[in-house]
């Protein structure tokens, strides 16, 4: 914990095991300002109030001097930065428990798959979303995607281009980012293999657009043969960064800094919430297939997008025997979440 300067108040301090510190104070300022805009939409009221309560009070088991949540209330309203952080960090957990078992199960190699179309106004985000998903059924169903793939995690993603000198600016890009399970020898055999081109067609074909989209095709392939997720994650990061992809697998596809721009309620803003909620209503972001949706089954892992977003890295019956609670609770004053535990 810190101690505030000239006062006898605990700051909440949560490290990680890697000896980060977890942004809550980053996230709860998030979400107070998206609650802003929110309340600022007719008919977004009531999920602006969830917002605001979003994370106001947290309890943590203590062990060994290590903060694990416990309880807490979170609104899992679409676009709180509070709620897709946590979801952000259940998938990632997700990913790596059912990446870990298909390495152990199988010799498989991993492909990034980027399928896109054009930018479209915020009045027609919405029907373009159902549009792409119905689109991503067919092509999933194409004989050769079914000959090629074992199985896959898919995430829609949507920006804004807020770049005013761009003849896009305030349109919306709608995009599909896929981890591709593929076998072993895909990038051998010619009845396996899919060139870039055929991806291209394929997606063109399945959106049954006159105009062909822009897919980005990326091999993953790490140093060395591991069932080890680390190390397999820090090669998918690195030939991320080597094809200037903006692909991070285990990221929740509703980043707040694609949806508010700057620390004020600004129109733009506002603009932006109003299409995104909208268009995002009722809508699945994430899914899997497969193998990987086979062994999401077998691991019994519950929905990362609308289910429990409090034990998000293990199961709630593995918090330690012996752990003393730690109650953190958001303080306006001090802007920062106070612990209620003075004796801690």
Known sequence: MKQYPNDNINI???TRADGKERDWRGKKKRSLLMAKHHAAVEKLEKKAERMYDCGNYLVFKMKDGTLKLYQAYFCKARLCPMCNW?????????NKKIIQAVNEREKVQWVFLTLTVRNVEGDELKPTMDQMTKAWNRFAGYAKFKKSVKGYFRAMEVTRNWDKESEWYGTYHPHFHVLLCVPNGYFKKKDLYVKQDEWTSMWQKAMQIDYKPIVH???VKPKKESADFVEVEQEMRKTILEQNAIFEVSKYPVKDTDVIRGDEVTPENIQTVKDLDKALAYKRLISYGGLLKEIHKELQLDDSEDGDLIHVDEDADEVA???VD??????VGLNNYVIMNKDV
């Open 217 to 219: 095709v990326a091999k």
């Open 326 to 331: 730690v109650m953190a609770y958001w303080h």
């Open 321 to 323: 025997n012996g752990a």
């Open 86 to 94: 946590r979801r952000s960090l259940k998938i990632a957990f997700q």
């Open 12 to 14: 909440l301090k949560d």
